[in-house]
């Protein structure tokens, strides 16, 4: 799940985007809240006069909260709605290890990953020059909202389903990132699996 708000841009509304979908979409209101489908699917809320029943802190992305969770569902609740907000707080930028490198059937210039984030192990497709077997890299799991705001998703590249992204220096928007083209590699020093910013 994604929040928004930005009360000076576009007023007191903080906007849940559940799925990250094209329109169009339907919207029904019940008091304070919009609640926004797309064949038949909940994808949204909005809720207005948000910061009378909920401490925001921030513009633009909200970092999703327990406290902020609970908040929106009760908003939901009382307006009338019957729907429960299911969101994975889990971090979504981990690190991991790669288990193994194969070359993509279809794709000269792409890996197929196998990587350990220590819940999990997670196939990804990449195209970096400089993976390779036996590293720790940071990864965006699926979910994951990257600085320049796309939205990690379940893909499929070239035909081989892809579960997240392993990052560059320049995509995590880190400081004297280089110019070439390559994910970051780490030292021996973190531990799979544990978050790579602070949450």
């Avoid at 729907?83 to 197929?112: C, I, R, T």
């Avoid at 892809?162 to 560059?168: A, F, K, L, N, R």
């Amino acid at each position: 799940m994604n929040i928004f708000y930005n009360k000076e841009a576009v007023g007191d509304v903080l906007f849940l985007q559940i799925e990250p979908v094209e329109g169009p979409f339907d919207y029904e209101k019940k008091g304070n809240v919009v609640k926004i489908t797309k064949d038949n699917d909940v994808v949204g809320f909005n809720i207005f006069d948000a910061s009378n029943t909920m401490t925001i802190e921030g513009n633009g992305h909200i970092k999703v909260t327990s406290d902020l969770v609970d908040a929106s569902r009760k908003a939901i609740k009382d307006a009338g709605f019957d729907y429960e907000l299911d969101v994975d707080l889990s971090p979504k930028f981990v690190v991991g290890y790669v288990m193994e490198k194969d070359k993509h059937p279809n794709a000269d210039k792409l890996s197929v990953l196998k990587i350990d984030v220590e819940t999990e192990q997670l196939q990804i497709v990449c195209g970096a020059p400089n993976v390779d077997q036996g590293q720790k890299v940071v990864i965006a799991k699926v979910g994951a909202v990257m600085p320049s705001g796309m939205v990690i998703k379940e893909a499929e590249l070239r035909g081989v389903p892809s579960y997240g992204m392993v990052c560059s220096m320049k995509e995590l928007d880190l400081p004297n990132a280089p110019k070439e083209k390559g994910i970051m590699v780490l030292s021996d020093d973190y531990t799979v699996g544990q978050p790579f910013f602070e949450e």
